[in-house]
């Protein structure tokens, strides 16, 4: 059963700091990660895809890698500001045709 | 091009009752899925549809059930609701089953 785990759970920064989150997933039979955001009571927005045979990808300020060998990836945030506060999710597409989601990382930039 | 919609966005009824819940994907997307979200539980996946045929299914009771029309627009009913099913309920659509999932504003479900 794949397992989706997000760290750290929260994460409070001052405006302007680069940041990493971090994504975890424990079967590596994947076809996809995706990262959105979700801000409070609203739908997920798409940030970024990386197909299973990419390394990386790239949207503006934001990087996502995936190392899929080693279970993991990353959302890095660049120059962080104020609006860029909200909840980070990641979600593996798994061969099994299933979406599992972790429990996100709720990040506040500090003006 | 219209992103994904969902109807109605708030919903309030009694347990017991049944509900229906409504999605329409953006268009051109064939692929519709279905997620609850609760503070205890995050999202998890109920089911995914792609050309009217339910793919995969997540691990819910038979009282979650839906479909998918032939212009992709999707239901998915609730029957004999439980006050465990207040959540927010979750439609994303893509091209395909494996392409970027694109997500609805929601349906905020209470059970009374």
């Known amino acids: 059963k794949q397992e989706v785990t997000q760290i750290p759970a929260a994460l409070s920064v001052p405006e302007g700091e680069n940041l990493v989150l971090n994504c975890s997933f424990t079967d590596s039979a994947i076809y996809n990660l995706q990262w959105f955001r979700q801000d409070p009571g609203k739908g997920l927005t798409s940030l970024l895809l990386?197909?299973?045979?990419?390394r990386e990808q790239t949207s503006g300020r934001l990087n996502a890698s995936l190392d899929k060998s080693s279970g993991r990836s990353t959302l890095y945030i660049a120059a962080s500001q104020p609006g860029d506060s909200a909840t980070y999710l990641c979600?593996?597409?798994?061969?099994?045709?299933?979406?599992?989601f972790g429990d996100g990382t709720t990040l506040t930039v500090k003006p | 091009k219209a992103g994904v919609t969902q109807t109605p966005r708030y919903l309030i009824k009694t347990r017991g009752q049944q509900v229906t819940l409504s999605c329409s994907p953006i268009s051109g997307h064939r692929s519709v899925s279905w997620y609850q979200q609760t503070p205890g539980q995050g999202l998890q996946f109920l089911f995914e549809y792609f050309s009217e045929t339910q793919r995969n299914k997540g691990n819910f009771p038979g009282r979650f059930s839906g479909r998918q029309f032939s212009n992709s627009r999707s239901e998915m009913n609730v029957s004999t609701l439980e006050l465990g099913d207040s959540a927010l309920y979750l439609c994303a659509s893509s091209l395909e089953s494996t392409s970027a999932q694109y997500f609805g504003p929601g349906t905020r479900l209470t059970v009374t």
């Open positions: 990386i197909q299973s045979s990419q």
């Open positions: 979600a593996v597409y798994t061969n099994a045709g299933k979406s599992t």
